[in-house]
């Protein structure tokens, strides 16, 4: 079977939520959190802890600012093609249940929704105060606070094809498991650095293209030959 797994900041929305948050209620401090994981020092498990604690607000401040926030036009409908070819969708993330689970609440049909897994990482609030509880049990190799390749080869069967669809550094070790990865910005730079099979897109409307195109045969013929 063929499966879709796809990051949500930068990659769902059109930019990066937890940076938007942080940008607006996090002490300036954030940005040199972010620097450390961006240069490979911590793991997104310590960048975040760290992050969310520099963080006052509380959930409603958080959601009022989450009604800005805009998703990839075609989302809806790359939802509804997967569906039509049977090819199921799941969204692996390292932000944020509240925050994710608002913005396609108001974005995305309740009946496409219901197909459509999201694994991340839970906010709970204490007041003015957020604490991140975090999906992994923080024993990967890469410190991660939410593992998207161990969520994905959670789900992955013997035999499946695995897609990936991402944007961004929190997208790499994901990419490396999947064997076929739509990239975007920062993650394009990475899979063509380390030669991992890629293809370049846009926005998901490359994506139901790709679906409808004579590719996505060839993958599912060369797919149905090697199992
Ligand atoms: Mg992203
Ligand atoms: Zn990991």
Redesign the pocket.
Known sequence: MIRFFVDFDGTVTTEDVVDLVLDRFAAAEWKSVEKEWAEGKIGSRECLSRQVALVRAGREDMEKLLSEVRIDPYFQEFLRTASAFAIPVAIVSDGFDKVIHEILRRSVAPLLLEKLPVFCNRLEWNGERPTALFA?DGT?????AN????VIDSLRKPGDFVLFAGDGLSDR?AAETADLTFAKDKLLGFCRERGLRHTEYKNFNDLIRWMRSGDFSLVQAGHAARV
Do not use: R
Not at 140 to 144: L, T, V
Not at 147 to 150: H, I
């Open positions: 992994g990967c190799a890469h410190g991660c593992c998207k390749p161990a070790f």
